[in-house]
């Protein structure tokens, strides 16, 4: 599927932050002719989805995987109009391989739709017609979301893209609107399956931060299902970072510029409308006044209300002040011998544990494990990376001591647990460090260090979520508090739809 191209010169644009979404919008707005400036006040661009290096090991900070690269797909689709060469990446296979609380054979999320109908028939005997309307669900909502539809429209043109994109096979998930997936469950008697929902919970709980209760349907058929064929998760040659380079490499392309270590503190308007940024130069403290007729900010709902002091936005900023609180981070990211590592280990991990264990507030870690010869570590090493949802008011209360004192509760915590999977003795054990939300708050300015988006529920998925469109006239939203949410492909869509309503804006 093409994506329109225009290299007539067009408007000044202003991206606010250098994570995939920004870096995606920029480099698309480039391309079509726009002038282009992206300001973030990190050392690297990738926002969460960048690495850092330690001791000879290359570790992704947050973002371990991706999806879209596959033909047709969301990255596959933006680096084939870049013209730039997509980042080389294997399929993980399985996707994920899911422990439960004292399980030792795990539950393997294949890509191959046949190995994974049998092993959910066997792990969950009597669950297939739940299965089959989730895949009903997701092949008509993936066809939807494949013609570049706006969601929620907050215009004209948004209004026409929505109703162009729906056709009769897309009315099957009308009735499911207002469903969580635990409505679902209860559809088919298998609420009280507490091994199925225990597992159901886990897995979206990594993809939308609530579990079946909570979530809503017609996401969960994607999120549970994007992982198998013809779509998958990869595994990134390299690093998380290599995505971002080839995003900067494609901005540079066409002229944009990318300027690292400048926080934007203000964007300023007037009217109701953007007229510029006030940007600092953290390696000189100079203050720029920036004008620029359009800027699209790839930041949490929360940053947004912060940088732009409008009373256009009072009534979007108590609409935020009255979101569920969002979940931070906690990261422990290790070097180990090769020999630490089991036999036949999955690429991606996750395990719960009895809910009397400290491990963030879910009893969780999502793991992910280097490859030989993946970029990731030295020859006979390997990076574990292990992450656990935690709230993130938590990681602010009370002194430096506190702080550090539970840091290192959780650590030790976390290290032993990934000790009964691992074989983490002193000898295979050469490097550890830990992040917390006000670690992600320090290097990536998210507010308070949330990680994730705003939760998949249904009052903010799809329709009734937060649009790219915001009430400040020139002032745009991409990122993973919009449609359609969290991870590099869903932020990549949103930048696509700015990129879109931009051009449509400039054609008039």
């Given at each position: 599927?093409?994506?329109?191209?225009?290299?007539?010169?067009?408007?000044?644009?202003?991206?606010?932050?250098?994570?995939?979404?920004?870096?995606?919008?920029?480099?698309?707005?480039?391309?079509?002719?726009?002038?282009?400036?992206?300001?973030?006040?990190?050392?690297?661009?990738?926002?969460?989805?960048?690495?850092?290096?330690?001791?000879?090991?290359?570790f992704d900070v947050g973002a371990t995987q991706v999806a879209g690269l596959e033909p047709g797909g969301i990255h596959h689709r933006i680096f084939e109009e870049l013209e730039i060469e997509p980042p080389v990446a294997s399929f993980c296979d399985p996707a994920c391989a899911v422990f439960l609380p004292g399980e030792n054979e795990p539950i393997n999320v294949w890509r191959d739709i046949d190995k994974w109908k049998e092993e959910r028939q066997r792990q969950f005997p009597g669950s297939e017609p739940f299965w089959n309307l989730l895949n009903r669900l997701f092949e008509a909502s993936w066809r939807f979301q494949g013609r570049d539809t706006v969601l929620p429209p907050r215009s004209a043109w948004d209004l026409w893209q929505l109703v162009s994109a729906v056709r009769p096979d897309t009315l099957i998930t009308v009735p499911f609107t207002f469903m969580t997936v635990a409505d679902a469950l209860k559809l088919y008697g298998l609420y009280e399956d507490r091994r199925l929902k225990t597992f159901l919970d886990l897995q979206l709980k990594l993809y939308s931060q609530v579990g079946t209760d909570e979530t809503a349907l017609l996401y969960a058929a994607t999120a549970l299902a994007v992982s198998q064929a013809p779509q998958g998760l990869f595994h990134?040659?390299?690093?998380?970072?290599?995505?971002?380079?080839?995003?900067?490499?494609?901005?540079?392309?066409?002229?944009?510029?990318?300027?690292?270590?400048?926080?934007?503190?203000?964007?300023?308007?007037?009217?109701?409308?953007?007229?510029?940024?006030?940007?600092?130069?953290?390696?000189?403290?100079?203050?720029?006044?920036?004008?620029?007729?359009?800027?699209?900010?790839?930041?949490?709902?929360?940053?947004?209300?912060?940088?732009?002091?409008?009373?256009?936005?009072?009534?979007?900023?108590?609409?935020?002040?009255?979101?569920?609180?969002?979940?931070?981070?906690?990261?422990?990211?290790?070097g180990v011998k090769?020999?630490?590592?089991?036999?036949?280990?999955?690429?991606?991990?996750?395990?719960?544990?009895?809910?009397?264990?400290?491990?963030?507030?879910?009893?969780?870690?999502?793991?992910?494990?280097?490859?030989?010869?993946?970029?990731?570590?030295?020859?006979?090493?390997?990076?574990?990376?292990?992450?656990?949802?935690?709230?993130?008011?938590?990681?602010?209360?009370?002194?430096?001591?506190?702080?550090?004192?539970?840091?290192?509760?959780?650590?030790?915590?976390?290290?032993?647990?990934?000790?009964?999977?691992?074989?983490?003795?002193e000898d295979n054990l050469i490097y550890s460090e830990a992040a917390t939300p006000r670690t992600f708050d320090r290097y990536t300015a998210r507010e308070k260090g949330i990680v994730g988006g705003l939760g998949q529920r249904v009052p903010t998925?799809?329709?009734?979520?937060?649009?790219?469109?915001?009430?400040?006239?020139?002032?745009?939203?991409?990122?993973?508090?919009?449609?359609?949410?969290?991870?590099?492909?869903?932020?990549?869509?949103?930048?696509?739809?700015?990129?879109?309503?931009?051009e449509a804006m400039n054609s008039k």
């Open positions: 599927m093409a994506i329109a191209l225009n290299n007539k010169q067009k408007s000044r644009v202003v991206v606010v932050g250098a994570g995939i979404g920004g870096l995606t919008a920029g480099a698309l707005l480039a391309k079509r002719g726009h002038q282009v400036t992206i300001f973030d006040q990190a050392i690297v661009p990738g926002g969460c989805a960048s690495t850092f290096k330690r001791r000879g090991f290359t990134l040659e390299g690093s998380m970072q290599v995505l971002s380079d080839r995003l900067v490499a494609g901005l540079e392309k066409y002229g944009g510029k990318l300027l690292m270590r400048h926080s934007v503190e203000e964007i300023q308007t007037e009217s109701g409308k953007v007229t510029g940024v006030t940007v600092r130069n953290q390696k000189t403290g100079e203050i720029i006044e920036e004008a620029t007729e359009m800027v699209v900010a790839n930041v949490t709902t929360q940053n947004l209300v912060k940088l732009t002091r409008d009373k256009a936005l009072n009534n979007y900023q108590r609409r935020v002040d009255k979101l569920p609180q969002p979940s931070g981070a906690f990261v422990v990211y290790l090769r020999e630490a590592i089991p036999k036949n280990c999955s690429p991606h991990l996750q395990f719960l544990y009895n809910q009397d264990e400290i491990i963030g507030e879910n009893n969780s870690l999502f793991v992910s494990v280097s490859k030989p010869g993946d970029g990731r570590a030295p020859a006979g090493q390997a990076t574990v990376i292990a992450s656990s949802f935690t709230e993130a008011d938590l990681w602010w209360k009370g002194d430096k001591e506190n702080y550090a004192q539970i840091k290192q509760q959780y650590t030790e915590e976390a290290i032993a647990r990934l000790g009964e999977y691992f074989d983490l003795s998925f799809g329709p009734f979520g937060f649009a790219n469109r915001t009430p400040v006239k020139n002032l745009w939203l991409v990122g993973d508090s919009t449609h359609p949410g969290e991870g590099t492909a869903g932020v990549s869509y949103s930048a696509l739809t700015v990129t879109r309503q931009i």
